[in-house]
């Protein structure tokens, strides 16, 4: 029975992420769903720095479900320091990657543990129930992913490209290094299975979904539910809301639109529903000529919480309707 306002109400829900924009709807999504929610998220910018083992999309996502995040940065801790850098400069050493106190307290205990033996996913487990989190929280995968970004300035690491060059370097390509060897883990699989829905939030497609839709099965395993396929644009009125969405697409030759993002999913996935701001109502009958795609023209804007609570309603009803039509077809 599917209730007036969501999806059926046992029904879990998959959200597929990655940082700063996925993170705010995952957020929006577990205040309305709890431990319904299970938030799958993008590993390909994980990297080793200072010894330690870093994923900032699995730290931005679960510092926003736990509300200790920093609202105005969009990643890391609220009430952070960063006295161990300072010192770190007094070295000599490098400080262009931001390492708060405080987040250094996750990538210490995170390092410790997989070193100990640990999966990806059991740290990250332990890591968004020891702050409090009821939803689930998986890494897209247990073996390493990482993205590399080729430029005309050579091949660079994901964090090299994003944060020390400031995505200044003309990219020409992206390469997601080892995710042949990789899989979706068990639990990332197990979770599809029971979905009632399946929700992409708004993260870059190329740097933040691409890497978990390539991952060898996940297309295969996306396309086999029966639950509607939901993608959320993160880009409104040709600009790319946060990060360096529209330059990226830019130079690897896309068209800077909601439409240019639907094509690429609908390249690799089905897509039941596209969620469009309303700045690009116009844009909807394009989305609506993809096949099998329905266009969802609503505020996508998530500049607080309310908003994120409001977003994530519409995209559980949109998912809801979706459900019945697909099940009444
Ligand atoms: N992004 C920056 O632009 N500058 C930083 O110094 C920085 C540090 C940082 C530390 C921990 C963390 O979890 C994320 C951090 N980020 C920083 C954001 C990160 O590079 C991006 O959020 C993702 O990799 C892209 O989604």
């Not at 970004?149 to 964090?159: C, I, K, M, P, R």
Request: proline share 5%; with cysteine; charged share 20%.
């Amino acid at each position: 029975m599917t209730t007036n306002n969501s999806i059926p109400n046992d029904g879990p829900v998959v959200a597929l992420a990655g940082g700063v924009g996925g993170a705010k709807l995952a957020y929006g999504l577990y205040q309305l769903l709890g431990d319904r929610l299970t938030v799958v998220v993008n590993t390909g910018d994980d990297f080793e720095h200072w010894g330690l083992t870093i994923c900032p999309d699995l730290d931005t996502v679960t510092y926003n479900l736990a509300g200790i995040n920093n609202l105005e940065q969009g990643w890391g801790l609220a009430d952070e320091s960063y006295r161990a850098l300072e010192q770190v400069t007094r070295y000599g050493g490098e400080s262009w990657f931001r390492l708060g106190d405080r987040d250094l307290g996750t990538h210490l205990v995170r390092t410790q543990t997989l070193k100990s033996g640990a999966t990806l996913t059991e740290v990250t487990f332990r890591l968004k129930t020891e702050v409090g989190i009821r939803a689930s929280i998986l890494p897209m995968s247990d073996q390493p992913v990482r993205t590399l970004v080729h430029t005309d300035e050579g091949v660079l690491a994901f964090q090299d490209y994003f944060v020390r060059r400031r995505c200044e370097p003309r990219l020409i390509r992206l390469e997601f290094a080892g995710i042949g060897a990789a899989r979706p883990s068990p639990a990332v699989m197990s979770a599809l299975n029971d979905a009632a829905a399946v929700v992409l939030c708004p993260s870059n497609p190329y740097l933040s979904l691409d890497p978990i839709l390539h991952l060898p099965g996940m297309a295969d395993k996306l396309r086999g539910l029966h639950a509607p396929v939901v993608a959320v644009s993160p880009i409104v009125g040709g600009l790319a809301l946060k990060g360096p969405a529209a330059k990226i697409m830019a130079e690897l030759g896309v068209e800077v639109s909601p439409v240019a993002v639907a094509r690429h999913l609908t390249g690799q996935i089905r897509l039941d529903g596209f969620v469009l701001d309303q700045t690009d109502a116009a844009s909807a009958s394009d989305v609506a000529a993809l096949q099998g795609v329905t266009p969802l023209v609503t505020d996508t804007i998530m500049g607080d919480h309310a908003s994120k609570m409001r977003l994530a309603q519409n995209v559980l009803q949109f998912a809801a309707a979706l459900a019945q039509t697909t099940a009444a077809a």
